[in-house]
């Protein structure tokens, strides 16, 4: 599907060498299976730009159109050479749970007896094998938003993810998860968090720094535009 509007949409794509050429392209952290998305990312390695190539500023709308139905491509943005693949620099995701099966005061007191648990197991299958994962380490922040079984969460992706059906097994039964959308994914750096990149209609907290890499040099070289400004001149790199 991406290979396809990437094609049609006049990049100037780079390619790996060998017998069976495939475009340079770094998806973002997984999406666990039935889960919802509000934030997700890619890398794409370009060429040197050529005459006809779509400019930056249309590249959203013009892929958005090229995507399947529900599939929008909110914002692109030249970068320099990553440190990290999007994998490795993700830290931590935003979720909104919703837990089907438990009253909403009962789910109070299973959140709050999760967090202070000092150890949380539940068993998981990796590689045809059933394993047991203390979970509790990767819970950052959990805590009902809203009536009806909808909870908000911040996960840590490493050492080890933790699916948001995962959590909800450690809530206990009969509690059962229903909807799940990953809203945020979050760098840090240097006791700052940010997106990788800004997207302001995404509705990124207030206390979370709004300019995603574009602001920390350090983590790629600044060469993203201003929001609402005119694209860098530069004509290869990478692209986000």
């Not at 109070?108 to 059933?130: D, F, I």
Request: glycine share 10%; net charge negative.
């Amino acid at each position: 599907m991406w290979e396809r509007a990437l094609r049609r949409s006049r990049l100037p794509l780079a390619y790996s060498q060998g017998f069976v050429p495939h475009p340079l392209i770094s998806f973002g952290l997984a999406l666990p299976t039935g889960c919802e998305s509000l934030g997700e990312y890619l890398d794409l390695r370009l060429e040197q730009a050529g005459p006809g190539e779509t400019p930056i500023a249309e590249l959203p709308a013009v892929l958005s159109a090229l995507l399947a139905e529900g599939i929008a491509v909110q914002a692109a943005a030249l970068i320099g050479e990553a440190e990290g693949s999007l994998q490795q620099e993700v830290a931590s995701c935003d979720w909104e749970l919703e837990v089907l099966g438990v009253r909403d005061e009962e789910l109070q007191e299973r959140v709050e007896k999760m967090l202070a648990a000092p150890v949380l197991t539940v068993r998981r299958e990796r590689k045809g094998r059933q394993t047991e994962d203390d979970i509790r380490p990767a819970i950052r922040t959990l805590f009902l938003t809203s009536p009806n079984g909808h909870l908000r969460a911040e996960l840590s992706t490493h050492p080890r993810g933790v699916r948001p059906g995962d959590l909800v097994t450690a809530l206990g039964t009969p509690a059962v998860p229903g909807r799940a959308c990953r809203t945020h994914q979050w760098i840090e750096r240097d006791g700052a968090r940010f997106e990788p990149l800004s997207v302001s209609v995404l509705g990124t907290d207030g206390d979370a720094t709004q300019h995603a890499r574009r602001a920390f040099p350090h983590v790629r070289d600044g060469n993203q535009p201003e929001p609402g400004g005119s694209p860098p001149g530069a004509p290869g790199g990478q692209q986000h």
